[in-house]
């Protein structure tokens, strides 16, 4: 019993070592992000006063009073000090088209987007561990085969090629799917929580059920398109973890003392397997987020990814930096809580890292 107390302060302090590790990577990973999302707008053509003025002749006089307004007659370093010290006080600014703080824009945006990427990354894991698990079971054969290269297919397919495909047979030629949009003009749903699903689901209203129809509707080819990377990923993973399971002594062990192949394969080898993926099914957070930027666009999905495409045409600097920084310490945060969960069960990690 002494051992197992003097067991317990050692993981505690080799855990804590590997949060502040990870931790302390967020502060240079961050800045890195405001630097690279400050240059890149920057360096992109156009200038967004004439964008905001829409006169290709605008007087002089009044460009140089917009552009002192903006902000943008300051050298390049200034700007980029003043946007630091903005982000400090908790201020990402107000668009320069809507006139909306872009946190509040954010706010209203994200929840279209959080549903799309929730249902895209359930399908992905609905669809690609089974397929993963099949294929491990039934490797080399035709099922692996055929599984693992439509993996690779979906994996290396591109997302805007995808969605007008799927937009063309679904929508257009057999008429089953919406082609864009979130819910039918013919409908109005009362945003509670701001995910349309669950809004139309607690409608009070008569037609509550059909209006949830149509949001699942106007949702499907959007979800596909944004899930098959990560399902091409977590189907690769899968298999993979499995094959490596399945070559283990106590699996075999459980073979000879006459266990069902099935509560084997199931109870004892998935069980380990799934460990990894849940780590890769965690990291698909960022696949997903980027990936909604050509989804909603393509769709006319009105989330985050149509409204940060939109602001770099409209070259609204405010909306994309801090559009960038607010996905990015989504994307940070997802990643450590990941690698936290990924510590707690596997102590060699935090061991090794920390």
């Not at 279209?112 to 294929?135: K, N, Q, R, Y």
């Not at 919406?178 to 689901?201: C, H, I, K, N, Q």
């Not at 607690?202 to 509707?217: E, I, K, N, P």
Request: charged fraction near 10%.
């Amino acid at each position: 019993m002494g051992h197992a107390r003097g067991l317990y302060p050692t993981n505690f302090k080799v855990l804590a070592h590997f949060i502040l590790r990870k931790l302390a990577l967020v502060i240079p990973t961050f800045i890195g992000v405001t630097v690279l999302s400050f240059s890149l707008i920057h360096l992109a053509p156009g200038d967004p006063v004439l964008l905001l003025s829409g006169e290709r002749g605008i007087d002089p006089l009044q460009y140089s009073e917009l552009k002192h307004a903006m902000g943008l007659d300051q050298p390049l370093y200034v700007q980029y000090l003043h946007y630091l010290w903005q982000i400090v006080q908790g201020d990402l600014g107000v668009s320069i088209v809507a006139r909306v703080p872009v946190l509040e824009e954010f706010m209203t945006l994200f929840p279209a987007t959080f549903e799309l990427s929730v249902c895209a990354l359930l399908l992905a894991t609905v669809i690609g561990i089974p397929l993963g698990v099949w294929a491990a079971i039934k490797r080399n054969t035709w099922i692996d085969y055929g599984v693992m290269s439509t993996a690779l297919a979906g994996y290396s397919m591109p997302i805007f090629w995808w969605g007008l495909l799927l937009i063309l047979f679904f929508s257009l030629n057999l008429g089953w799917t919406p082609v864009s949009g979130r819910l039918s003009f013919l409908y109005f749903v009362e945003p509670v929580t701001g995910f349309m699903l669950l809004d139309a689901w607690l409608g009070t209203a008569s037609h509550s059920w059909a209006v949830f129809q149509d949001a699942l509707a106007h949702l499907v080819l959007p979800a596909i398109v944004l899930g098959t990377i990560p399902l091409a990923v977590i189907a690769r993973m899968t298999r993979s973890a499995m094959l490596e399971v399945l070559q283990q002594d106590y699996i075999r062990a459980a073979y000879a003392r006459g266990i069902p192949r099935s509560r084997v394969i199931f109870k004892h080898a998935l069980r380990n397997a799934l460990i990894p993926v849940v780590t890769v099914i965690g990291l698909q957070t960022s696949v997903l987020l980027t990936g909604a930027i050509l989804t909603e666009t393509i769709f006319s999905w009105p989330g985050v990814g149509k409204w940060l495409f939109e602001s770099v045409l409209r070259r609204d600097y405010p909306v994309v930096q801090g559009g960038i920084l607010l996905i990015a310490t989504l994307i940070i945060f997802v990643n450590i809580t990941v690698d936290f969960l990924y510590a707690v069960i596997h102590p060699k990690i935090r061991s090794q890292t920390g």
